[in-house]
């Protein structure tokens, strides 16, 4: 039994340092830039935008077949947001949204690889006020995306994305108030960071 | 296995494609407001309608409140019923420690001044009285700050009910002070003259959200 114990324990241990070994990581810094998150109409049209938002990536993904790894990304963004009406711009305070994708990607040529997968985003205004009084809503997204990599280091690849995701948005505050339907928003960021260098 | 490698995109895309041809979020109806302007005659057959909101450029709106009756209570729950009506941060308001810097001046009493350029906004709710007045000189677009508002209990204060009269009419009295310079005609809503309702409805916050978003015929002095 003890042989048997001692055994499993050594395959355990192999197995988990070959997939340590297989194991990407990665992280990057970069902007999204959002499209509108709300249009109302109160005597005149009133849009709700985010601006360019600083955004923090952070990824690890394993192999699941010979060409194909698959993958958990979050991502962090933090920037104001404003109303616009007619010419007059409010500042509303400052959003952050974090996101989670577990994602599938794959070649399409050497050094550049696709992306896509699908996860949630979760908003978090600074102030629960106006359109986030009840807080912040968490929305399914589906996204995709490019990653190029350049050897930089032995043991680290410098790599650049784009992404793109899109979810559809309202809060609670929202629906209270009787806004029906959601409103469709895409993001798309650019980023750059640093991930594991291939073998 | 390999596949094409655009292939894994094509249901995300397919998505995000179904998602986009979806109409937008729809915004309310909003039908609901109550006439919120102060229509005054100025002529035999003549009248004006006149119409007010605070400025962004004056927010956040700097109330003094007499530290008696649990007022600064009261206020404070006033402003934030009137902070949630808004969705777009069109009025903000905060109490400060010198009257002489206020805009907004609530005090315990009843409203004492008088005279052809005050206009006084009073209601009455059953266990104590409110009044808000609102210096325009005869003839001016221009309120003279600062608006006073008067919060008077008709009974003892520790009697039942006065603290929550005072309460709703703080509130009642903050909507005068914000720019509803009429009385909705439901007892449903806080601005009803006699008020019993201690939140805000819907015709409350739908009123308040049209006063700010038409152009005022009246502006407020600096203090």
Known sequence: MRTMLALLSLMVAARVSVVQSQVDYYGRLGVTFSTKLLRDDLIQEIETRQNLAPTLALGVSLPIAPTYT???????????????EQDLKT????LRTGSLILNLAGPIIPRLDWRAGAGVIHYWPADEQG???????????????????????????LMVSLRY??????????????FSGSQGVQRLSASVGLSRARP | MKLAWYLPILPIL?????????????????SQPYEWRRVVTTGPTTADTL???WPRSRLPVRIWTQDTLNLPQHVDYGIAQWKAAFLYREFDALQVADSNAAD????????????????????????CEGGTEIDLPAGSRQIQAPIRVFLNPRFAPGEPGVDECLKLTATHELGHALGI?????????IMYSDPVVAVLSERDRDTAERAYHIVPNLTVSDR
Do not use: Q
């Open chain 2, 14 to 30: 397919a998505t995000a494609g179904a998602g986009l041809s979806c109409a937008d979020i729809a915004s309310p109806s909003r």
């Open chain 2, 181 to 189: 310079f009429n009385h909705s005609p439901d007892a449903g809503d």
């Open chain 1, 165 to 178: 995701d899109w979810h559809r948005f309202t809060t609670d505050e929202l629906e209270a108030r009787n």
């Open chain 1, 131 to 157: 359109i986030f009084l009840r807080g912040g809503p968490t929305r399914f997204l589906v996204g995709a995306g490019v990653d190029y990599r350049s050897s930089l280091l032995t043991s680290l690849d």
């Open chain 1, 70 to 84: 698959a993958g958990l990304e979050g991502t962090i963004t933090s920037a104001g947001y404003y109303s616009e």
């Open chain 2, 104 to 127: 907004v001046i609530v005090s315990a009493g009843v409203a004492l001044k008088g005279g052809f350029s005050v206009m006084r906004l009073p209601s009455r709710a059953p266990e």
């Open chain 2, 51 to 53: 119409s007010f909101h």
């Open chain 1, 91 to 94: 500042d509303l305070g400052t």
